[in-house]
Structure formats: C-alpha cells, structure tokens
C-alpha cells in the first residue's frame, strides 16, 4: 500500500495541513516508519518543537475509533499510571484531521515527541519487562475502573476477529511460502486454543480494554525510564494477551521463560495474576503468532514484512508443535 507514490502524498498534504497543529510554514516533515500506518516527524525551527504524526491506513479504524483510543490516552495521563506521549489538539478542537488524498480518506494525529529507544534484546531485557509487567498491570487496573464515554468505541478481539480465516489481521493460510504439513499443525493448535479459552472465559477480571501491542518497537526507554507508545490496536480483549503481544517476533527465543518470569514479577506488585493467567499464556503466544502470520501476509509491502515474512509462517507452525507437545 505504502508506496513511494503514496508517501510523498501524504507529506504533501501533510505540508499543506501544518495550521491545524498551529506549526510554521517552514515546518519540515519526514517519514519515520511505515507500518499498519504511515508515521512522519516534523521539526518546526520556529519553535524548536518536534511532533510525530500518524496518518491511519484506511478501512482500519473510523475517526470514532481513533478519538477513543485518545480518549483513553487523555485519561491515562491524568491518572498518573503511564508515561505516554500526549495527542496534540488542533484548531477545530478534535485531535483528528481527515485529508483526501486520491479518492480515499486518512485521518491523522499528532502525538508530542518523547526521547528514548527501543529496548535491546540483551541480558538487561528481563529488567525492563519487569517494569513493563508493572505497567501493564498499571493499565489494566486503568481499565477496569475507568468510566469510559457513551460514544467511546474500540474494536474486539476475540478468536473469531484474531485467528479466524476473516480475522482483522487477515488469513494465516495466505501467508508466504505455507505447505500443508504446516497448515495442519496449525489447524490442531487452533482446536487446542479454543478448548483453552473456552475454559478460560470472558469474564471482567481477565477481559477488557487492553493496548494490544505492547512490543519492543512500542517502547522507549530513557536513563531507567520506561515510556510506551502506540495504542493504535487498543480494544477490548484478554488481559494476559499483552504479554504476548510483548514478546512479538521473537515468539521461539530461549529468553523468553526469563521474560515471561520478570513480566510476571512486575505484574504482580501492582495487580493479581493467578495460576490460571499465568497458565494461559503459552496460548496467547500461540494465537499472537498465528495473527502475525496473517498481518505480515496482508502487509507484505511494510518492512517489517519484508525482513521477516520469508520463512516466518514455518515458524509458526514449528510453535505450534511445541505448543502441542508440552500439552501431551
């Protein structure tokens, strides 16, 4: 989707856009990454301020959808619970724009710029997902006590929206280079999963509003500060979900019982997270995955896709057969 074509279009409009956020003419806007979205930053030399500003890929999220995502950013922020960027309002009061670019709508934010990096995969990385299981308890305990607005409106996720053939992400059967042996092992962890979360259930100590994709790239840590970003795939769905979207790509490292350990430690001085939780997540890996085969399938032009795609899905299917040995 993200073509050149369409990048430079969208900075364009951008450029021609740059009064809604009250920023100078001379403001300049580069790409930053492409992604489900296309994310730029801008530099205004009059007042030294940096933005990043997400333009939405269409037919994901309607502008409802994404002034409730701020919304609970706005109340995130009041609370105290987390360090995350703030949304810039514009002129017309809504932190939302919509450009027509080609025929076809994008609805933009921009978010105030906030130093770090993204944690690296290393021997300090149990630490900080010991204080990210803090957070993310931090969030849940948010989510279950905030009186959300009538209109507020996220998406649901749940096994027929996350791994079913029509799932928002797309179909895992699409993706690059899948045999039937891997389809088949596939299929026989999805009849596991199911029997798992059925047993499991939906009730309101396990399942809510959630950030849904709290991985290494939504993260920056400054000094022993720990900042999270991107909320953009937010909605409701099983709390102990966030810890496998945490772990995202990186599903088969030896690292990952230490950091399921530290997220757990975390967790817990902030919320409860009990055997049955702590059970589940090996099934949340397990779906997480099969919904980032499908994503990297229907996103084959992102780079990310690009330089994990290939060979990605015998992965998955390789997961799957850990997945069902370790339950006999």
Request: glycine share 4%; aromatic share 10%.
């Amino acid at each position: 989707m993200y073509t050149q074509t369409l990048v430079d279009d969208l900075k364009a409009e951008l450029c021609q856009s740059l009064d809604y956020w009250k920023m100078s003419a001379d403001t300049r806007i580069e790409l930053l990454t492409t992604s489900e979205n296309a994310t730029f930053v801008s530099h205004d030399p009059l007042t030294n301020h940096k933005r990043i500003i997400r333009v939405h890929r269409p037919d994901y999220h309607d502008q409802q959808e994404i002034e409730s995502e701020l919304a609970w950013i706005h109340d995130l922020r009041a609370s105290g619970r987390v360090n995350t960027p703030s949304p810039i309002n514009t002129i017309t009061g809504s932190p939302v724009i919509k450009m027509a670019i080609n025929g076809r709508d994008f609805h933009a934010v921009a978010f105030e710029h906030v130093s770090g990096s993204e944690p690296n995969v290393g021997e300090a990385l149990p630490d900080w997902f010991e204080k990210l299981g803090a957070v993310t308890a931090s969030l849940h305990e948010h989510s279950r006590t905030w009186q959300r607005p009538d209109w507020f409106a996220r998406k649901r996720w749940n096994l027929d929206t996350m791994i079913a053939p029509d799932g928002l992400w797309g179909d895992w059967h699409q993706a690059p280079g899948i045999t039937s042996k891997d389809e088949d092992i596939i299929h026989q962890a999805i009849e596991h999963i199911h029997l798992v979360i059925d047993a499991y259930g939906h009730h309101e100590a396990r399942y809510g509003l959630v950030h849904a994709d709290l991985r290494l790239a939504n993260l920056l840590v400054n000094d022993d500060q720990l900042a999270v970003i991107d909320f953009d795939d937010s909605g409701f769905c099983w709390y102990a979900y966030d810890f496998a979207a945490a772990i995202s790509f990186h599903e088969l490292d030896p690292m990952i019982p230490k950091l399921r350990d530290a997220w757990i430690r975390g967790y817990q001085t902030i919320a409860q997270f009990d055997d049955e939780d702590i059970a589940a997540l090996d099934t949340f890996i397990m779906i997480r995955r099969i919904m980032l085969s499908a994503w990297l399938a229907t996103h084959a032009e992102t780079p990310t896709a690009q330089a994990l795609a290939p060979g990605y899905i015998q992965g998955t299917a390789e997961l799957a057969r850990q997945y069902l040995y370790a339950r006999g």
